[in-house]
């Protein structure tokens, strides 16, 4: 089955942090732009960051920007995002997707040029 496989999710304290990583499972990571997206109870699911398969550039979502990084290892096939200065407001299921469309991430992200979507990972911040 060509999908993405997220983990490293978890409980972490405010102010805490994670590290999710983001496999690929039938297909090659580095042929594409990688997005990480939440989806918190509730709410719609939100782009939170891209990272390039070209020159592995970065984009943010201000809510997340000087707070996670993304970053790619394409010898190990995986994608991280390394998630800082938790807060309650970061609770949400992560997942991550291949841009299907595009090398190098969009100004703006449109999730339906995403596919190989994985089952998430939870994240809850809670004291």
């Known amino acids: 089955q060509v999908q993405a496989v997220e983990s490293g999710g978890g409980l972490v304290q405010p102010g805490g942090s994670l590290r999710l990583s983001c496999a690929a499972s039938?297909?090659?990571?580095?042929?594409?732009?990688i997005g990480w997206f939440r989806q918190a109870p509730g709410k719609e699911r939100e782009d939170i960051s891209c990272?390039?398969?070209?020159?592995?550039?970065?984009t943010y979502a201000g809510s997340v920007k000087g707070r996670f990084t993304a970053s790619r290892d394409n010898a190990k096939n995986t994608v991280y995002l390394q998630m800082n200065s938790l807060n309650p407001e970061d609770t949400a299921v992560y997942y991550c997707?291949?841009?299907?469309?595009?090398?190098?991430?969009?100004?703006?992200?449109?999730?339906?040029?995403?596919?190989?979507w994985g089952q998430g990972t939870q994240v809850t911040v809670s004291s």
């Open positions: 997707a291949a841009n299907l469309l595009r090398r190098r991430c969009p100004e703006v992200v449109l999730q339906y040029e995403f596919d190989y």
């Open positions: 039938g297909f090659t990571l580095d042929d594409y732009a």
């Open positions: 990272i390039s398969a070209s020159d592995r550039s970065t």
